[in-house]
């Protein structure tokens, strides 16, 4: 390409120098009346001009095709060393000498390759053309134009040296400057809402004042550099620009004073008033043109010092890129089509697979001071064993998530992660969560490019289940279209509450080992937080989580009081053991008097209503009951064998005999009829009715979580009694989902409720009965 833009601009010289001739040929032309010679000339000079235009054209073409060859590979270069080993965290986040690395990447880079395409044909062309236009002024005027030329232009560079030594300087402090104004500006756009409510663009914290703060220290254009020169440069810009002016339009004399030389020492004596017109316009074009390159050497003087200014901000820039991968070559990276990261050599392969984490005497100070975080910190993640980080603000609980994600070194100890990053691994889920551009669908599955290959067109169903799971299918406008296809939303303007449950729509789809959550529900309800973690859980997920709330400290049970899953008041908590680990899982209340009060009072506010609900009704409420224990019948199972011990395929077994009883009870038509016996003594007939006796309860132990529950209230409930159920304290989890399947199938609120506790709660039930 080089080659070509050299031709070319060769080429564009040749035709340059005879459209310059073309004046002085007028001059004798016109001067000797010669009206042929005259449209011969003319038509010479269009078809030169016209050649010379569609030269120029190409020659800006090659320039720009160079440009954005030049731009595309910087920028690849750059970019290549950008993302590697997630460099541009540290280079964004812990270190604080290199600003504005987004500036320099995007806009440093763009203003370098431009500058330089368009100095390229100029400076290839430059040392052609001031050979030939030396010699053709040497032939005109003898030495002393050239020699006067050429003083000329010395004394020139070395005017414009002067005054333009400290730019190239305070360029670099300009460009950094303007990277802050720039952010100053992207911060307001960012946070335009919280601003806005602080009142900023009025009074002493205004926008302006905000914005002005940077402006006034190096705004965008070379009057915000002026502040930054040397007293005896701060007369501005108009200095620096008289010099190259003043050349400029001196050059346009210089010719003639040059040729003047000759003319009045009578070396051209003999010649007619024409010919001395001719030669002196012939000459004042080549000295014109000479003092023009030179000119525009000078005039490049400007470029140069942009390019020296953006050489450098990129140049320290790739060298911070450089150091920084090397020193991380050997650390674990996000490669290109892969999202599962490689195990470090020396590793142990002793440990077992159901291991995540290994930390042993792990001490973490924070990157931008000496403030110990965390000292001599073992500990051992395993899946199946779910970890909470708690603390106050600033003692390091997202610092050690930063360290189990390889963004930090610990100052001592080692750090071993023993399962990959991705689905089916390790996936960190932030406090603010990350979004790309792209469909719903994209946002789902991301990093993954493509869906699962195994899952096929039934993908979008999952999506779409897992958006409805997350909450984000009706009210949103997230998932209201219908189909992950849905382009155009802007998801980073989503409420912190949306962005979060969109992430766990996320996380349900990929469906990782172990979930690293930091502070991922601050902008959720309570109830809403322990629905997601009881779904990640039921999927199978290890969750290592940072927050502030109690209920994060293990999963409770709740309360379920006129149709409502409600947190106990209660003090006292009753921990519930995974008996295959003997680990916590979950905690359940002993329900205080008065929400045990509120419980009945719910039964008897609801029995009137219910006990005069048709049969037939009744029998449509359990016959959907049935349909869903049915299709949830593995999810029940898994809560008894994760609470009471069963095997799967006993805890199955333990639901299909309750639900047998809820089967025989979708025959209550025939179940409820009354009896009749005439004339059972003279004038007297028999007549028996099934009524609803009213609020009935029922406690149920350990060994059947589901049979027995399933024995008590589904019975009850359809002869058109309300029910009180307190299930045994040890395994509630599998009456809560049975509970919340009925809710499901249409049961009025307050037909069931739902109590906890041991001796306290007995001894209620006791008494009520």
């Known amino acids: 390409m080089f080659m070509t833009l050299l031709c070319v601009t060769?080429?564009?010289?040749?035709?340059?120098?005879?459209?310059?001739?073309?004046?002085?040929?007028?001059?004798?032309?016109?001067?000797?009346?010669?009206?042929?010679?005259?449209?011969?000339?003319?038509?010479?000079?269009?078809a030169l001009i016209v050649l010379n235009s569609t030269l120029k054209s190409f020659d800006q073409f090659t320039?720009?095709?160079?440009?954005?060859?030049?731009?595309?590979?910087?920028?690849?270069?750059?970019?290549?060393?950008?993302?590697?080993?997630?460099?541009?965290?540290?280079?964004?986040?812990?270190?604080?000498?290199?600003?504005?690395?987004?500036?320099?990447?995007?806009?440093?880079?763009?203003?370098?390759?431009?500058?330089?395409?368009?100095?390229?044909?100029?400076?290839?062309?430059?040392?052609?053309?001031l050979a030939y236009y030396t010699y053709q002024c040497f032939q005109s005027t003898g030495w002393i134009g050239p020699v006067c030329i050429f003083g000329y232009f010395i004394m020139g560079t070395m005017v414009n040296k002067t005054l333009m030594g400290p730019i190239v300087t305070k360029l670099v402090q300009q460009e950094k400057l303007e990277g802050d104004f720039r952010f100053k500006h992207m911060q307001i756009r960012v946070n335009a809402e919280p601003a806005a409510f602080y009142s900023v663009g009025v009074g002493v914290g205004s926008l302006q004042k905000v914005i002005y703060t940077c402006w006034s220290q190096g705004p965008g254009v070379l009057l915000g550099v002026v502040e930054l020169l040397p007293s005896w440069t701060r007369a501005g810009p108009g200095v620096w620009a008289v010099g190259i002016n003043t050349f400029d339009y001196l050059g346009s004399i210089l010719s003639y004073v040059v040729i003047a030389i000759p003319i009045f020492s009578g070396i051209y004596g003999d010649l007619s008033p024409t010919e001395l017109s001719t030669l002196v316009s012939k000459n004042a074009f080549v000295c014109i043109y000479l003092i023009n390159c030179f000119t525009q050497l000078i005039?490049?003087?400007?470029?140069?010092?942009?390019?020296?200014?953006?050489?450098?901000?990129?140049?320290?820039?790739?060298?911070?890129?450089?150091?920084?991968?090397?020193?991380?070559?050997?650390?674990?990276?996000?490669?290109?089509?892969?999202?599962?990261?490689?195990?470090?050599?020396?590793?142990?392969?002793?440990e077992p697979s159901d291991t995540a984490f290994l930390l042993d005497r792990v001490s973490i100070l924070s990157p931008s001071s000496d403030k110990p975080l965390i000292k001599d910190l073992s500990l051992k993640i395993c899946e199946g064993q779910s970890l909470l980080i708690t603390g106050n603000t600033g003692t390091g609980k997202t610092s050690l998530l930063r360290?189990?994600?390889?963004?930090?070194?610990?100052?001592?100890?080692?750090?071993?992660?023993?399962?990959?990053?991705?689905?089916?691994?390790?996936?960190?889920?932030?406090?603010k969560p990350f979004f790309t551009d792209g469909t719903l669908r994209e946002q789902v599955i991301y990093p993954l490019k493509e869906i699962y290959p195994d899952s096929g067109s039934a993908d979008d169903e999952r999506i779409m289940r897992f958006l409805?799971?997350?909450?984000?299918?009706?009210?949103?406008?997230?998932?209201?279209?219908?189909?992950?296809?849905r382009t155009g939303h802007r998801y980073d303007v989503l409420s912190p509450g949306e962005m979060q449950r969109l992430s766990f729509a996320r996380l349900f789809y990929l469906q990782p080992k172990y979930a690293v959550l930091d502070e991922a529900t601050s902008a959720l309800t309570e109830e809403v937080e322990s629905e997601l973690y009881r779904l990640g859980q039921q999927l199978g997920m290890t969750f290592i989580s940072v927050g502030h709330r109690p209920s994060l400290e293990k999963p409770t049970v709740k309360l379920f009081i006129d149709g409502k899953f409600v947190e106990s008041k209660s003090d006292k908590w009753i921990d519930i053991h995974n008996p295959a680990t003997n680990e916590v899982i979950g905690r359940v209340p002993q329900s205080t008097r008065a929400e045990m009060d509120a419980a009945v009072a719910a039964c008897k506010r609801?029995?009137?209503?219910?006990?005069?609900?048709?049969?037939?009704?009744?029998?449509?409420?359990?016959?959907?009951?049935?349909?869903?224990?049915?299709?949830?019948?593995?999810?029940?199972?898994?809560?008894?064998?994760?609470?009471?011990?069963?095997?799967?395929?006993?805890?199955?077994?333990?639901?299909?005999?309750?639900?047998?009883?809820?089967?025989?009870?979708?025959?209550?038509?025939?179940?409820?009829?009354?009896?009749?016996?005439?004339?059972?003594?003279?004038?007297?007939?028999?007549?028996?009715?099934?009524?609803?006796?009213?609020?009935?309860?029922?406690?149920?132990?350990?060994?059947?979580?589901?049979?027995?529950?399933?024995?008590?209230?589904?019975?009850?409930?359809?002869?058109?009694?309300?029910?009180?159920?307190?299930?045994?304290?040890?395994?509630?989890?599998?009456?809560?989902?049975?509970?919340?399947?009925?809710?499901?199938?249409?049961a009025p609120d307050g037909a069931l409720n739902i109590i906890h506790g041991q001796h306290e709660g007995n001894f209620f039930m006791c008494l009520l009965i």
């Open 63 to 129: 320039c720009n095709l160079l440009y954005v060859n030049w731009r595309k590979d910087l920028t690849e270069h750059l970019h290549n060393l950008y993302f590697r080993a997630r460099v541009y965290y540290i280079l964004n986040v812990l270190r604080d000498d290199i600003d504005n690395p987004d500036q320099r990447i995007s806009q440093d880079v763009e203003r370098f390759c431009r500058q330089l395409s368009s100095m390229t044909s100029r400076l290839i062309v430059s040392p052609f053309t």
């Open 468 to 485: 409805e799971l997350a909450g984000l299918v009706s009210g949103t406008g997230i998932g209201d279209s219908g189909s992950p296809e």
């Open 403 to 431: 360290v189990l994600g390889g963004l930090w070194e610990s100052m001592k100890g080692s750090v071993q992660m023993l399962t990959d990053f991705g689905p089916h691994g390790v996936l960190f889920l932030p406090q």
């Open 10 to 46: 060769l080429l564009e010289q040749l035709v340059i120098y005879q459209v310059g001739l073309i004046p002085s040929q007028y001059y004798g032309v016109l001067g000797n009346k010669d009206l042929d010679g005259f449209k011969a000339l003319t038509f010479l000079a269009v």
């Open 606 to 746: 609801a029995f009137p209503a219910w006990a005069d609900t048709s049969i037939l009704s009744r029998q449509q409420v359990l016959l959907r009951y049935q349909q869903l224990i049915k299709e949830n019948l593995k999810e029940i199972a898994k809560l008894i064998t994760l609470e009471q011990g069963k095997t799967l395929a006993d805890a199955e077994g333990d639901v299909f005999r309750g639900l047998q009883v809820v089967e025989h009870a979708c025959s209550v038509t025939s179940l409820m009829l009354g009896e009749t016996m005439p004339s059972i003594t003279k004038d007297m007939d028999l007549y028996s009715y099934r009524l609803p006796l009213g609020v009935c309860a029922g406690i149920a132990p350990f060994n059947f979580p589901a049979m027995i529950p399933l024995w008590m209230f589904p019975m009850a409930m359809v002869c058109g009694n309300t029910f009180l159920m307190k299930p045994s304290e040890r395994v509630p989890g599998a009456t809560m989902l049975l509970a919340k399947l009925l809710q499901d199938s249409g």
């Open 299 to 350: 005039d490049l003087s400007t470029t140069f010092s942009d390019v020296a200014g953006y050489t450098h901000r990129i140049g320290e820039l790739q060298e911070a890129l450089l150091d920084m991968s090397r020193k991380s070559q050997d650390c674990e990276s996000l490669g290109e089509s892969e999202w599962d990261l490689s195990k470090a050599p020396g590793w142990p392969v002793t």
